[in-house]
């Protein structure tokens, strides 16, 4: 399955963007979806997670009641609203899939299979 990562760009802290994560290959109705991120120098970090159905989801505890993942399975697109924006959010965003139909949704990178290509979230003050 390829992923193809989009909705980044500058803006002002305070502000909101929506990433998508597109899906083709394949349907990933039924695995479950990350969003991750990498600032510079830094390692990368889980961001939110969503089940394969969308019935669950998971946060980073520095992103909760900011950022909302959804998905929209007919369309096979995950999406990742982020709100309230600050300058420690800067970093490339990708998102990821698991390979094996309805495994649980993760915090952990390693537990991802599919990645795409990142978009770039710039946040200034």
């Known amino acids: 399955v390829q992923l193809q990562a989009s909705g980044g760009g500058l803006v002002q802290a305070g502000g909101s963007l929506r990433l998508s994560c597109a899906a083709s290959?394949?349907?990933?109705?039924?695995?479950?979806v990350g969003w991750f991120r990498q600032a510079p120098g830094k390692a990368r970090q889980f961001v939110a997670a969503i089940s394969w159905s969308g019935g669950n989801t998971y946060y980073a505890d520095s992103v909760k009641g900011r950022f909302t993942i959804s998905r929209d399975n007919a369309k096979n697109t995950v999406y990742l609203q982020m709100n309230s924006l600050e300058g420690v959010d800067t970093a490339i965003y990708y998102c990821a899939a698991r390979d094996r139909i309805r495994a649980i949704a993760t915090p952990s990178a390693y537990d991802y299979d599919y990645w795409g290509q990142g978009t770039q979230v710039t946040v200034s003050s």
């Open positions: 290959g394949r349907s990933f109705s039924n695995v479950a």
